[in-house]
C-alpha cells in the first residue's frame, strides 16, 4: 500500500494541508485521525472542513462528539469520540445515518468506538517531531490509495 509520510511545521502548514486534502476528497469519504492529546487533529480538520467551502468556525465536538457540517451540497460530519465511554453509545448516536457514502467523515479518537466505526480510506497519525509534527497517512481503500498516489506525487 502507498503509505505517505510528511513533516508540517506549525498550525498554518497543518491547515493547509487540510484545506489540499479537501480537495483530493471532494467531500466524500472517511478519515481517522490519530495521535495524542494535542497532536493537532482539529487543526488538520479545521483545514479540511475550511477547505470543503466552510466559512466561520470550526470547534473542536469534544463535548458534543459530533459537528456537522453543510456547505452547499457537501455534507461533512466530524466526530471526537474522545469522551466516549463505550462505543456501543456510537449505535445511538445514529452512526449508521452518518456513513451512508455521500458525506466526509473526520473521526478523532477513532480507538473509542472501535467495532462501531466503518473502514476509513485513510488513517493519518499525528506524532510530534522537532518544532512541528510528522503525519503518517496509510491508505485503507482502493479510494485511499488513490488519495495517496497523488499526495506521494506531490511532496516528492
Ligand atoms: N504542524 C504543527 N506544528 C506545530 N504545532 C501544531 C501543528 N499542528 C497543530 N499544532 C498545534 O497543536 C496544538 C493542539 O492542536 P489540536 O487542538 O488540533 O490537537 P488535537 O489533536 O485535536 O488535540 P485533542 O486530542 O485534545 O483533541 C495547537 O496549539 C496547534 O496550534
Ligand atoms: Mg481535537
Do not use: N
Not at 2 to 31: K, P
Not at 38 to 60: C, E, F, Q
Not at 99 to 116: M, R, S, T, V, Y
Amino acid at each position: 500500500m502507498s503509505e505517505v509520510t510528511l513533516y508540517l511545521q506549525g498550525e498554518e502548514a497543518m491547515e493547509a494541508f487540510g484545506q489540499r486534502l479537501a480537495a483530493l476528497t471532494h467531500g466524500v469519504g472517511t478519515i481517522f485521525l490519530e495521535g495524542d492529546l494535542g497532536a493537532g487533529k482539529t487543526t488538520l480538520s479545521r483545514g479540511l472542513i475550511r477547505g470543503l467551502g466552510h466559512v466561520g468556525a470550526v470547534k473542536s465536538p469534544t463535548f458534543t462528539l459530533v459537528e456537522p457540517y453543510e456547505i452547499g451540497a457537501v455534507r461533512a460530519f466530524h466526530f471526537d469520540l474522545y469522551r466516549l465511554v463505550d462505543p456501543e453509545e456510537l449505535e445511538f448516536l445514529g452512526i449508521r445515518d452518518y456513513f451512508d457514502g455521500d458525506a466526509l467523515c473526520l473521526i478523532e479518537w477513532p480507538q473509542k468506538g472501535a467495532g462501531f466505526l466503518p473502514k476509513p480510506d485513510l488513517t493519518i497519525t499525528i506524532s510530534p517531531a522537532a518544532a512541528g509534527r510528522s503525519l503518517h497517512i496509510a491508505p485503507q481503500t482502493v479510494r485511499g490509495v488513490a488519495w495517496c498516489a497523488v499526495l506521494a506525487q506531490e511532496i516528492t
